[in-house]
């Protein structure tokens, strides 16, 4: 069965291939589509469903889109919905025109903002404070919306999370797996950043993982 992914995004193709192994995958580009929704959504759902929809109406297929996003907790949920648009403590939302961030400044950035968030909370407290609490406040997780467009005004929308912990220093950053934020993200039960997780391993912890796995059975 041949499923369309609206993203433009080829590392999230591979993915939800290897995860979606009984279907054919295909992203706008693979079929010369000029494909670029405005995604003004409030919310990851609202979002994924502006651009599984727009790509429907352009193929009349199945189409799978996914909205995802770092939410980090002691910043009240940023970078959120900017998190491909991050642009550190003074651009949130992204720098005006939106012009591309390379990934690892993004991590640089957001290690920072999340320092000077905490410092600013706790000051001199974190420096008596074990490792494993000053890593329980820099909690965050992984957002994805995935929504599934059948037919004209008939769709399925899912949400899942995928829980972890910001690492304390950039230099900490470890693996060559994944994309996006993943070397700074530690999952303490693994022992590891979500990078060095096998692409087995991810795909069945993940938030993209554990919500196609859901969207797979509407199908």
Same mark, same amino acid.
């Given at each position: 069965m041949i499923l369309y992914m609206a993203t433009g995004n080829l590392n999230k193709k591979i993915e939800m291939a290897n995860i979606c192994k009984d279907y054919t995958i295909y992203i706008p580009s693979d079929k010369n589509i000029n494909f670029n929704p405005i995604e003004n959504g409030k919310t990851f759902s609202e979002n994924s469903l502006i651009k599984s929809k727009a790509l429907w109406n352009i193929v009349h297929k199945p189409v799978i889109a996914d909205d995802s996003g770092l939410c980090v907790d002691i910043l009240e949920g940023i970078p959120g919905i900017y998190s491909a648009r991050y642009a550190g403590i /003074?651009?949130?939302? &992204?720098?005006? &025109?939106?012009?591309?961030?390379?990934?690892? /400044?993004?991590?640089r950035m957001l290690l920072a903002h999340t320092d000077k968030v905490l410092n600013d909370k706790y000051g001199s407290a974190l420096s008596s404070m074990t490792k494993n609490e000053r890593m329980a406040l820099r909690s965050c997780y992984y957002v994805c919306a995935m929504t599934v467009y059948l037919e004209k005004d008939t769709f399925y929308c899912v949400q899942e999370i995928f829980q972890g912990q910001l690492i304390e220093n950039i230099h900490e950053q470890r693996g060559d797996g994944g994309f996006g934020y993943d070397p700074i993200i530690y999952l303490p039960e693994y022992g590891k950043t979500i990078a060095e997780l096998s692409e087995n391993e991810k795909n069945k912890i993940s938030h993209r993982g554990k919500a196609s796995r859901k969207i797979l059975k509407l199908l």
């Open positions: /003074e651009h949130p939302q &992204g720098f005006p &025109g939106s012009h591309d961030i390379p990934q690892d /400044e993004q991590n």
